[in-house]
């Protein structure tokens, strides 16, 4: 049987006027307008702020990943955020509860669940075992936004039971721009060391590079992180773009390509110049991505121009938790 190919890296979104429990805050000019473009890229109609847009969201996703060269897509909840005393902030641009995740998932077998938990909660431990036997395959979070510092001794526990149950752990690492950032310092890679000596397996998600001109690129950083840790993998989600487009070449020319795996970071756009611009593949190549109207195929398409083998797209199903 031929092993699964993966969109290792699919945001689920909804607004929550629909009943789903999730919410959605476009707060000021930019996230307004990056909202739009991301609505109006992925072709969705259906307005952020309406009643159908939750529906519309997952039915249209599920039809994009049905419809590509991929056989599944690793679907990320949303934590709220908290800080170290298990208090809930307001804070951030939106929430997707894992209750909402697995039912979707059930509904569409082309989605795998990756639940989202901040280890700061106060029932952060019950919640895991829930997940876990509700069939979560992975967890999600981004340290940065969610105010994770994954250092911290009371997470430890939180920390082995993800490694006892072989429940790997993707993480943000690099800047960001989409969401709002609550501390820049959980940004970098090197705050996954403790997990890591704990034995949880770890995805470093867009392999740590930078988000905008101003971010550090924690690229070398990751590296001799992956040489002392095997556990440690990173993906190549959100590559496509302006600015993380420059650590594709690094990666690339890493000599150790069979530590990354492939993801989009759908709704995110996917642009088809920015390979082309920094040498990864050729004009005529650019021009085939930029008419696949599928953004999920059309991230796929790259990574197979610029020379990722089948492994990069199969990788991720050795590393999911196995249900």
């Known amino acids: 049987m031929p092993a699964t190919r993966f969109d290792g890296h699919v945001h689920l979104v909804g607004n929550g006027l629909g009943g789903s429990g999730c919410w959605l805050r476009l707060d000021g000019l930019w996230h307004r307008a990056l909202g739009e473009v991301m609505r109006r890229t992925i072709g969705l109609e259906a307005k952020a702020t309406s009643k159908e847009f939750d529906e519309s969201f997952v039915s249209h996703l599920a039809g994009l990943v049905a419809g590509s060269s991929l056989d599944a897509a690793l679907l990320l909840a949303q934590d709220e955020v908290y800080d170290e005393t298990g208090r809930k902030l307001d804070f951030g641009s939106f929430y997707v509860p894992n209750e909402y995740l697995f039912k979707v998932c059930a509904a569409h077998p082309v989605f795998v669940p990756a639940v989202s938990i901040h280890p700061g909660r106060k029932d952060a431990l019950e919640e895991l075992e829930r997940c876990l036997a509700s069939g979560a395959r992975a967890l999600k979070l981004l340290p940065n936004c969610q105010n994770v510092d994954c250092s911290l001794p009371q997470y430890e526990a939180f920390w082995k039971r993800m490694a006892s149950a072989g ?29 890591l000596e704990l034995g949880v397996k770890v995805i470093a998600a867009h392999a740590s590079g930078n988000s905008h001109f101003f971010d550090p690129n924690y690229f070398g950083e990751l590296i001799r992180l ?73 991230d796929a398409y790259l ?18 938790r196995p249900v």
């Not at 800047?175 to 950032?181: A, C, D, I, R, S």
């Open 167 to 195: 429940l790997p752990f993707l993480c943000h690492t690099g800047g960001e721009m989409t969401v709002p950032v609550i501390n820049r310092a959980y940004q970098d890679p090197r705050i996954l060391r403790r997990p």
């Open 226 to 298: 992956m040489d002392e840790f095997p556990r440690l993998y990173a993906d190549t989600s959100a590559l496509n773009s302006p600015i993380r487009s420059g650590v594709l070449k690094q990666v690339k020319e890493s000599g150790r390509t069979e530590r990354f795996l492939h993801g989009s970071d759908f709704p995110v756009p996917v642009g088809a110049r920015w390979a082309w611009l920094r040498g990864l593949i050729t004009l005529a190549q650019a021009s085939e991505a930029g008419r696949i109207p599928n953004l999920i195929e059309r």
């Open 303 to 320: 990574k197979r121009a610029m020379g990722f083998d089948d492994g990069h797209f199969t990788r991720l199903g050795e590393i999911l």
